[in-house]
């Protein structure tokens, strides 16, 4: 009763530190304009559908797809679901182990000489209990919760990364599209470029060289136009395995040109499509987004199982108290088994210290302290990290919002260069090295517009991966 006694009144002691989430020095507001305050590891929220923003019914349907098949996010949750097993694992030792028996043997014995055959039965039940004086058995479970809980933050980053990834890949494949539209308007315009000059070459007001120079622009332009085939395909063939499928049982169709109208005109609408899906970011962004970053999560938790193994190992200076107990019944009559004169019982307590181990212990002391160092390390440039990202993007958006409306601007220049070019050509006034010098600059500068959508389209996302998913921040943070 004493040892009971004893180890109930202790039982509330558990050696090591308790754990605190660790304290950065960090601004209180972001480079770029913002309501921000420090990040400290939030809820996650896995099945924000940020990807609807765009409003591409197609994108919608590739990412739920990728949600149920992509085998990056199976290798997560299944590891989730092994952390949460160990975790149940290193939980169930704080409880006693109870087992059964049930036993018959027949042995030959030799006293002075008599040899005696006999029979021997036994039944009954045992129980063991470790008693957590030091706490190590509360530490380990503490410390296999934690490790759950960052599984289940990883498995939200995997999944957000898929996520992220198989968006950027399908805008960048859309992009291509309008790429590949405008080559393929080009190569129609500069079709016709050469006929113009063959036409005056036959009837002799052009020269050879200018039939020359249009079929080197337009075969230049057909070959540019079969290289963005194999970027498209690229990226087909990637979204294919994010989904789960092979690339051969996986296809997209094109973005559908726009008939009758002109290439300009083609184009514009287009971009104007893709301009209209793309997110509005708010003027000031909720604070609590960059705190629900699953990857500042696993650092966070991360942090929190190492300090728990500091108290495992530190619990290892002191003995260990097992309490045991047994009871049952033995007879060498089965049908006497269970009479009261074959009853047994045992009740025990052992105390056990390691008197001298080589500094194996001072070792895994400060193992764990290091361990645990290394977590901090890493949760901390974990959220410097994620202050970047989120800096580089907002600045990219804001730079590349810029620098669009700059670029339509040298669109439409270069467009009327090209138009009256065109006309002093026909009309005999410059030669058609002002015809070409002219197209290749249309072409260059239509080409950046697109380019410019297709960055701020990747800059989106990458800016809604770095704030966790989203503009919109769940309505309550879970407290550590």
Not at 138 to 144: L, N, T, V
Not at 441 to 453: D, I, K, Y
Request: glycine share 6%.
């Amino acid at each position: 009763m004493t040892t009971l006694l004893l180890a109930a009144s202790l039982a509330g002691c558990a050696v090591g530190p308790d754990y605190a989430t660790p304290a950065m020095e960090l601004p209180q507001a972001y480079k770029e304009a913002g309501p921000w305050k420090l990040a400290t590891p939030g809820q996650i929220d896995p099945d924000q559908p940020w990807w609807q923003a765009y409003g591409d019914t197609q994108l919608n349907a590739l990412i739920e797809r990728a949600n149920g098949a992509n085998q990056s996010i199976a290798q997560a949750e299944a590891q989730y679901r092994q952390a949460s097993a160990a975790a149940q694992l290193a939980r169930a030792s704080l409880w006693p182990t109870v087992g059964a028996s049930l036993g018959t043997s027949r042995a030959q014995t030799n006293t002075n000489g008599v040899h005696r055959l006999s029979d021997s039965y036994s039944a009954g039940l045992n129980a063991s209990w470790e008693a957590d004086i030091w706490g190590r058995i509360r530490r380990s479970a503490e410390a296999g919760d934690a490790s759950a809980e960052a599984s289940a933050a990883s498995l939200a980053a995997a999944r957000l990364s898929i996520q992220a990834t198989l968006a950027q890949n399908y805008l960048q494949l859309r992009v291509t599209d309008l790429q590949r539209d405008l080559y393929r308007r080009t190569v129609e315009a500069y079709t016709r470029s050469l006929q113009l000059s063959s036409h005056q070459y036959a009837a002799g007001t052009a020269l050879r060289s200018d039939v020359a120079q249009a079929e080197t622009q337009l075969r230049s332009a057909q070959a540019q136009l079969i290289d963005l085939d194999a970027t498209r395909n690229q990226l087909e063939h990637a979204i294919a395995i994010l989904t789960g499928q092979a690339p051969a049982l996986f296809s997209l169709a094109p973005l559908p040109p726009a008939p009758g109208q002109s290439e300009q005109q083609a184009m514009d609408a287009n971009a104007a499509r893709l301009q209209a899906s793309l997110p509005q970011i708010p003027s000031g962004l909720p604070s609590q987004l960059l705190e629900r970053r699953p990857d500042i999560a696993v650092a966070e938790r991360q942090a929190a199982a190492a300090n728990a193994n500091i108290g495992v190992a530190r619990a290892a200076y002191f003995p260990t108290l097992t309490l045991s107990a047994s009871g049952g019944y033995g007879s060498v009559a089965f049908g006497q088994l269970f009479d009261t004169p074959s009853r047994v019982w045992s009740l025990g307590a052992a105390l056990a210290e390691t008197l001298f181990d080589g500094g194996a212990r001072t070792a895994r002391n400060a193992q764990a302290t290091a361990a645990f160092d290394a977590a901090v390390a890493q949760y901390k440039q974990t959220v410097l990290g994620g202050m970047q990202e989120v800096e580089d993007n907002l600045s990219t958006l804001r730079v590349l919002d810029q620098e669009s409306a700059v670029q339509a601007q040298a669109v439409q220049a270069a467009q009327l260069a090209q138009r009256l070019a065109m006309s002093q050509y026909q009309a005999g006034t410059v030669t058609y090295l002002s015809v070409v010098t002219t197209q290749a600059t249309a072409l260059t500068n239509q080409r950046t517009a697109v380019t410019l959508l297709g960055r701020q389209l990747l800059a989106s996302v990458a800016l809604i991966k770095a704030t966790g998913g989203g503009w919109h921040a769940p309505a309550s943070t879970a407290s550590r």
